[in-house]
């Protein structure tokens, strides 16, 4: 694993510069309510039993066996892990591994009871494949040695975010139209709004915004210890694709059960067969 001074510079250095943009600092922290508000966009892919919920098997994480609860932070993160190309799952356990989409304030609503009661049982999330190469490059960007980004980005999820922190508003007709800081586990959709941004403004152009990458975890510490005035702002769009999955499986779940009205952060049985099953962040 990689020492945790690494990480924590990745994270300073990146939040550093999105300060700029921020309203100034109060002492008030975001609450606990708050934070699992920004953390329920945030889509991913969970291991499921038959009826939709948590399922442990065996896996090998940090170099050790362990029951885990495993995750993924996109289909292609899911599909290396049931093809046994990440945390070493036992090969009896892979033909009937199934996958869940869920967001993580779920994921980690479902675990904490779970991991209250087996210590030794673990959670571990897999990073998206086709953005390691990209997340290094960045991370070694962010000062960090290049053989130290190459590990954290092939280990850990990142939350990319545009750094100064530019402020966009929500035009699509949801009713809010605050402005905040678009940050995304997609690296290609906070790029996108940094290369528009550049564009339409010269203003902007001028203070050459980029994009950072972050490890999840001390996203989420940094989220939770700041003032509230610094990270407010900052909001997690959720994964465009996973986001279609959901509706897919949605759709599909109602059609069969069209009396039943599906509870948005449940996760409804999963179905034999398929990859994927049908569950709600």
Partial sequence: MPSPRFQRAALLLAMAALAPALMPWSARALTDNEVEA??????????????GQPRAVTATINGQSVQAYLAAMSIAAAEEIQAGKRFAVAKEELPS????????????QLLAPLLQKQPKEVGA??????????????????????????????????????????LVTNNKGSGDNKPFIPCATDLTVV???????????????????KVVAIPLNNFITYLRQEPAARVGQLRILPDSRLAKLVVELNTKAKAATPTTRPNRRSAPAAQPGPKTAPAKP
């Fill in 38 to 51: 920004k953390l329920d966009s945030v889509l991913m892919l969970m291991s499921v039993d038959q009826k």
């Fill in 97 to 108: 591994l199934r996958f869940a989409p869920v967001s993580l304030s779920r994921f980690n």
């Fill in 125 to 166: 999330i897999a990073p998206d494949p086709g953005q390691i190469d990209r997340t290094a490059l960045l991370l070694k960007d962010q000062n960090i040695p290049e053989d130290k980004a190459r590990l954290i980005a092939g280990q850990q999820p990142m939350v990319f975010c545009p750094v100064p922190g530019l």
């Fill in 191 to 209: 790029d996108a709004i940094v290369q528009r941004g550049i564009k339409e403004s010269p203003k902007l152009a001028e203070a050459k915004p």
